[in-house]
């Protein structure tokens, strides 16, 4: 025996239901206005700027100067950390002597290198996606801050050079406190200058020091590695990982900080 005729008055009843639930669907902006209080942290070097390759070539500069025999091996280890601690760990594979002047302490040649790259720097360009990452952490109602391994005369002179200084609620240099990256200091006093916890916190990161500082902090982290970096299991504990910040959507980061409730919740 076949079907019977289906019954219009059920199937539009039915329909209208799934227009009402889909209409009544929180969207990302929602979910995360719903939460107030939450907060993007971006690093700075090798995510807002290609600034890594002028670390470098400050780093190889100096290292030459001070005749110590430093390879990318070297270099490579110290991304994302602090230039005093970068200085520190050269001295203790090569040392050189700190006792007679002209020779210059690890602090001293840290401010050196430092003052080396904010020369470089002058007229940088934001990396692609940065106007859009802060643009779309801005429309969804989120605090804005910025967190970095570099100085903080390093960190004004890079987003005066972007045209991004009044896009930051607050800029926090690593270098004012006790532990850099990887260590979560940094990132648990910029969440403190805040007054925002850890949990509604989403951080973006290029370097693994970095993510681990952020992740050990408590934060959600969307990393945004260097091309030759994507796709490496060392990312592996991060919330996400994408090729770029122009890919970043509002899913993203309403995913991590406001999870869409359950059918039937």
């Not at 929180?26 to 390759?53: C, H, K």
């Not at 945004?224 to 990982?241: I, L, Q, T």
């Given at each position: 025996m076949g079907a019977g005729p289906l019954n219009p008055q059920f199937s539009m009843t039915?329909?209208?239901?799934?227009?009402?639930?889909?209409?009544?669907?929180?969207?990302?902006?929602?979910?995360?206005?719903?939460?107030?209080?939450?907060?993007?942290i971006f690093d700075m070097d090798g995510l807002l700027l290609e600034s890594e390759s002028l670390w470098r070539v400050a780093e190889r500069e100096k290292s030459a100067e001070l005749?110590?025999?430093?390879?990318?091996?070297?270099?490579?280890?110290?991304?994302?950390?602090?230039?005093?601690?970068?200085?520190?760990?050269?001295?203790?594979?090569?040392?050189?002597?700190?006792?007679?002047?002209?020779?210059?302490?690890?602090?001293?040649?840290?401010?050196?290198?430092?003052?080396r790259v904010v020369e470089l720097v002058a007229g940088a360009e934001a990396l692609p996606g940065v106007e859009h990452a802060l643009s779309l952490v801005e429309h969804l109602g989120m605090r804005v801050a910025l967190c970095s391994s570099s100085d903080l005369s390093m960190i004004h002179s890079v987003v005066d050079s972007l045209g991004l200084s009044e896009r930051f609620e607050v800029t926090h240099s690593a270098a004012d406190n006790v532990y850099g990256k990887p260590h979560p200091e940094p990132y648990l006093s910029t969440a403190s200058k805040l007054g925002v916890p850890p949990r509604k916190c989403v951080a973006f990161e290029d370097?693994?020091?970095?993510?681990?500082?952020?992740k050990s902090a408590g934060m959600s982290v969307i990393a945004v590695p260097d091309p030759a970096e994507y796709g490496s299991v060392r990312f592996g504990f991060c919330d996400a990982v994408l090729q770029s910040l122009a890919d970043l959507q509002a899913d993203h980061i309403a995913d991590l900080l406001a999870p869409k409730p359950l059918e039937g919740s």
């Amino acid at each position: 025996m076949g079907a019977g005729p289906l019954n219009p008055q059920f199937s539009m009843t039915q329909f209208s239901r799934t227009q009402v639930s889909m209409t009544n669907a929180p969207t990302p902006v929602n979910r995360l206005r719903e939460l107030q209080g939450v907060a993007a942290i971006f690093d700075m070097d090798g995510l807002l700027l290609e600034s890594e390759s002028l670390w470098r070539v400050a780093e190889r500069e100096k290292s030459a100067e001070l005749g110590l025999n430093l390879t990318d091996s070297h270099f490579d280890r110290t991304m994302g950390v602090r230039m005093r601690d970068v200085a520190q760990m050269w001295f203790e594979w090569s040392p050189w002597s700190q006792d007679q002047p002209p020779t210059p302490s690890t602090d001293e040649v840290a401010q050196q290198v430092i003052d080396r790259v904010v020369e470089l720097v002058a007229g940088a360009e934001a990396l692609p996606g940065v106007e859009h990452a802060l643009s779309l952490v801005e429309h969804l109602g989120m605090r804005v801050a910025l967190c970095s391994s570099s100085d903080l005369s390093m960190i004004h002179s890079v987003v005066d050079s972007l045209g991004l200084s009044e896009r930051f609620e607050v800029t926090h240099s690593a270098a004012d406190n006790v532990y850099g990256k990887p260590h979560p200091e940094p990132y648990l006093s910029t969440a403190s200058k805040l007054g925002v916890p850890p949990r509604k916190c989403v951080a973006f990161e290029d370097t693994v020091t970095g993510a681990i500082s952020a992740k050990s902090a408590g934060m959600s982290v969307i990393a945004v590695p260097d091309p030759a970096e994507y796709g490496s299991v060392r990312f592996g504990f991060c919330d996400a990982v994408l090729q770029s910040l122009a890919d970043l959507q509002a899913d993203h980061i309403a995913d991590l900080l406001a999870p869409k409730p359950l059918e039937g919740s």
